[in-house]
């Protein structure tokens, strides 16, 4: 099993459960201290039996028996009343407020986490901590603590109890611990790696499964759903072996603990026996002492059952954690607001950006500069830098140099919810929710009214297939919007585009694999986009983008050309060689018999 980071103390346990609790954290605390004081409360309850005992069979009617019975029914009714008090965070939905919350900061985190960052974890990852770690961490927590507490505490405090009534009694009710505390101490390193090591290999196997179903159709199509169906195989192979050893790694001191456990029983009642063999002890006490050790046997027996628990709620809250302290892209103060150009002018200043895991650079001092309106096609070999440009603009992650605008503000200077409200995107891989139609397009824009919703469906050309649609407007889309063909996906994407009405629009070669009618659609609909605002294409097809306003050649992320298609047509150079290519590709396909 791998060795993970050094483990936890209790302390810093108690401090991130309080941390991960957030607003709820007093409360809980206060839950927790109650149960501390009603595991001592029984712990004094349960000293007072032998007391008990020997009024009851000695001085049946003294006022001894009546104070001792008193005693120890106060203090068994208050620990009661505690423990009800303290599970009050569970049934008065404090918990499920906590769980809320967490979820509430951990859906937070993914919206300002830098998306570089966002599309290193895939998504079954991020599943299982939303999910799973948080009901993990939070939803045991006080039914677990009051387990060890009751383990560990009452017998404790029994034992000390117990020293001022008759000191050898409590010196061997003490003397169980000794052995089981350290026993749990150096066994605790190893639970603690067995249980991230699972949970770990969980968050694997989670994304893996997603992973797999959401590829089932292309790995069908491709015949190779049983190789990737080996590979899920093997990940549920090694949660296997990784449970094995961290079952095995927590198993063998919970049995270890419990043997010594039971024969540390019968030692105790041993030495009572020859006690009262000696005439030293009153066997009445041997007879309490023997009900309240049966008493502390189970909790204590499987206090490391528990503690196990605790373990996995610990590599929960760690895996919590770690996603919260992702830090966000770091926000600059505002520029002043004079002589600024056109809102949505778009310029590029001597930009370099490196992908966090790749070895050369995807832009190299890259400067570009857009006018407010007009549409910009980018151009270029495979992997040459198109999609990177787009990305940087809308803040996938900050280049290492150089700086992006907007209107004239340093985008880094812009709150990601401004930066959102500029740029509308139309990608080729449009998501659609299982919704309506009307509540797909309007997510663009929330406030936006019924009439305006389908004025952009209209502008975007969606009416026709919309129309055609068993419900019209409140036909839900189905799982991942199956139900529509990929133009008229593209044509809702469109209209949420025209409903956000950002001053840019980012388009990834929209018409790509399309067929001619519905290319013509989405073109018109596209067209509709480009008037008043500054529209930047990712363009494959030069055929596509014939009439953009300026066309710019990017080579190696660097600018290798820029001007009109007329205008690069006659310079020369790059753009000409792959219009030139293209234009044979599509001779080629005209000759191509049939
Ligand atoms: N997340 C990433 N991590 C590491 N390298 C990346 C990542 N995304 C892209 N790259 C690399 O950065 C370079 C530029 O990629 P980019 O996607 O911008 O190219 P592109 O011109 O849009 O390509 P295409 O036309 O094929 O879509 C490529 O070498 C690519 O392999």
């Given at each position: 099993?791998?060795?993970?980071?050094?483990?936890?103390?209790?302390?810093?346990?108690?401090?991130?459960?309080?941390?991960?609790?957030?607003q709820?954290?007093?409360?809980?605390?206060?839950?927790?201290?109650?149960?501390?004081?009603?595991?001592a409360?029984?712990?004094?309850?349960?000293?007072?039996?032998?007391?008990?005992?020997?009024?009851?069979?000695?001085?049946?009617?003294?006022?001894?028996?009546?104070?001792?019975?008193?005693?120890?029914?106060?203090?068994?009714?208050?620990?009661?009343?505690?423990?009800?008090?303290?599970?009050?965070?569970?049934?008065?939905?404090?918990?499920?407020?906590?769980?809320?919350?967490?979820?509430?900061?951990?859906?937070?985190?993914?919206?300002?986490?830098?998306?570089e960052?966002?599309?290193?974890?895939?998504?079954?990852?991020?599943?299982?901590?939303?999910?799973?770690?948080?009901?993990?961490?939070?939803?045991?927590?006080?039914?677990?603590?009051?387990l060890?507490?009751?383990?560990?505490?009452?017998?404790?405090i029994?034992?000390?109890?117990?020293?001022?009534?008759?000191?050898?009694?409590?010196?061997?009710?003490?003397?169980?611990?000794?052995?089981?505390?350290?026993?749990?101490?150096?066994?605790?390193?190893?639970?603690?790696?067995?249980?991230?090591?699972?949970?770990?290999?969980n968050e694997?196997?989670?994304?893996?499964?997603?992973?797999?179903?959401?590829g089932?159709?292309?790995?069908?199509?491709?015949?190779?759903?049983?190789?990737?169906?080996?590979?899920l195989?093997?990940?549920?192979?090694?949660?296997?072996?990784?449970?094995?050893?961290?079952?095995?790694?927590?198993?063998?001191?919970?049995?270890?603990?419990?043997?010594?456990?039971?024969?540390?029983?019968?030692?105790?009642?041993?030495?009572?026996?020859?006690?009262?063999?000696?005439?030293?002890?009153?066997?009445?006490?041997?007879?309490?002492?023997?009900?309240?050790?049966?008493?502390?046997?189970?909790?204590?027996?499987?206090?490391?059952?528990?503690?196990?628990?605790?373990?996995?709620?610990?590599?929960?809250?760690?895996?919590?954690?770690?996603?919260?302290?992702?830090?966000?892209?770091?926000?600059?103060?505002q520029?002043?607001?004079?002589?600024?150009?056109?809102?949505?002018?778009i310029?590029?200043?001597?930009?370099?950006?490196?992908?966090?895991?790749?070895?050369?650079?995807?832009?190299?001092?890259?400067?570009l500069?857009?006018?407010?309106?007009?549409?910009?096609?980018?151009?270029?070999?495979?992997?040459?830098?198109?999609?990177?440009?787009?990305?940087?603009l809308?803040?996938?992650?900050?280049?290492?140099?150089?700086?992006?605008?907007?209107?004239?503000?340093?985008?880094?200077?812009?709150?990601?919810?401004?930066?959102?409200?500029?740029?509308?995107?139309?990608?080729?891989?449009?998501?659609?929710?299982?919704?309506?139609?009307?509540?797909?397009?309007?997510?663009?824009?929330?406030?936006?009214?019924?009439?305006?919703?389908?004025?952009?469906?209209?502008?975007?050309?969606?009416?026709?297939?919309?129309?055609?649609l068993?419900?019209?407007?409140?036909?839900?889309?189905?799982?991942?919007?199956?139900?529509?063909?990929?133009?008229?996906?593209?044509?809702?994407?469109?209209?949420?585009?025209?409903?956000?009405?950002?001053?840019?629009?980012?388009?990834?070669?929209?018409t790509?694999?399309?067929?001619?009618?519905?290319?013509?659609?989405?073109?018109?609909?596209?067209?509709?986009?480009?008037?008043?605002?500054?529209?930047?294409?990712?363009?494959?097809?030069?055929?596509?983008?014939?009439?953009?306003d300026?066309?710019?050649?990017?080579?190696?992320?660097e600018?290798?050309?820029?001007?009109?298609?007329?205008?690069?047509?006659?310079?020369?150079?790059?753009?000409?060689?792959?219009?030139?290519?293209?234009?044979?590709?599509?001779?080629?396909?005209?000759?191509?018999?049939?």
């Amino acid at each position: 099993m791998k060795a993970g980071p050094p483990p936890t103390t209790w302390r810093a346990t108690y401090v991130r459960l309080l941390r991960g609790a957030g607003q709820q954290a007093d409360k809980l605390r206060s839950s927790l201290l109650m149960l501390l004081i009603a595991a001592a409360l029984q712990g004094l309850a349960l000293a007072c039996i032998t007391p008990i005992f020997l009024a009851i069979v000695h001085e049946p009617s003294s006022e001894q028996t009546v104070g001792w019975l008193s005693a120890f029914t106060l203090m068994a009714l208050l620990a009661t009343a505690l423990r009800w008090r303290a599970q009050g965070f569970d049934y008065c939905g404090h918990m499920a407020q906590a769980t809320h919350d967490l979820r509430m900061r951990l859906g937070a985190q993914l919206r300002r986490m830098p998306l570089e960052k966002l599309e290193d974890r895939r998504a079954g990852e991020i599943t299982t901590n939303l999910l799973g770690s948080v009901d993990e961490h939070m939803n045991y927590v006080v039914t677990v603590v009051n387990l060890i507490l009751t383990a560990v505490v009452t017998p404790l405090i029994t034992g000390a109890a117990t020293l001022f009534l008759d000191w050898r009694l409590g010196l061997a009710l003490l003397l169980l611990f000794p052995a089981i505390i350290p026993l749990y101490r150096r066994r605790r390193p190893a639970l603690d790696a067995g249980m991230r090591a699972t949970a770990q290999e969980n968050e694997r196997l989670s994304a893996e499964v997603v992973e797999y179903v959401q590829g089932l159709p292309v790995l069908r199509a491709a015949c190779c759903a049983g190789a990737v169906n080996e590979r899920l195989q093997q990940q549920f192979e090694t949660l296997e072996r990784v449970q094995r050893q961290s079952h095995r790694a927590g198993a063998k001191p919970n049995l270890l603990s419990a043997s010594i456990f039971e024969v540390g029983l019968l030692a105790v009642v041993a030495c009572g026996v020859l006690w009262v063999v000696q005439g030293t002890l009153d066997p009445v006490s041997l007879a309490a002492m023997v009900v309240v050790v049966v008493r502390f046997a189970e909790p204590l027996a499987t206090f490391i059952t528990y503690t196990t628990i605790f373990a996995l709620i610990e590599a929960a809250l760690e895996r919590i954690e770690l996603l919260l302290a992702v830090p966000p892209l770091p926000q600059m103060p505002q520029m002043p607001a004079t002589g600024r150009p056109g809102p949505a002018v778009i310029r590029f200043d001597n930009v370099s950006f490196q992908y966090a895991h790749a070895r050369t650079p995807a832009l190299r001092r890259l400067s570009l500069n857009l006018p407010a309106r007009g549409l910009t096609a980018l151009v270029g070999p495979s992997g040459s830098g198109k999609t990177t440009v787009t990305r940087l603009l809308m803040r996938y992650a900050d280049p290492q140099l150089g700086t992006i605008s907007i209107g004239g503000v340093d985008i880094r200077s812009l709150s990601a919810e401004d930066l959102n409200r500029m740029i509308a995107t139309v990608f080729q891989d449009v998501h659609l929710f299982d919704d309506t139609v009307l509540a797909n397009i309007r997510m663009a824009r929330p406030d936006a009214s019924d009439e305006q919703v389908m004025q952009a469906a209209r502008s975007a050309h969606c009416l026709d297939f919309i129309d055609r649609l068993a419900d019209g407007w409140l036909t839900r889309l189905g799982d991942a919007g199956s139900r529509l063909s990929g133009g008229e996906r593209q044509r809702i994407s469109i209209a949420r585009a025209l409903l956000k009405d950002a001053p840019i629009v980012i388009l990834d070669e929209p018409t790509a694999a399309l067929d001619t009618e519905s290319e013509l659609a989405v073109q018109a609909a596209v067209d509709t986009l480009v008037r008043e605002r500054n529209v930047i294409v990712v363009a494959h097809r030069l055929s596509t983008i014939r009439a953009a306003d300026r066309i710019l050649v990017i080579e190696n992320g660097e600018l290798a050309q820029s001007g009109t298609h007329e205008g690069l047509l006659a310079e020369g150079g790059r753009y000409r060689a792959m219009w030139q290519a293209q234009v044979k590709i599509n001779d080629w396909h005209l000759l191509e018999p049939g």
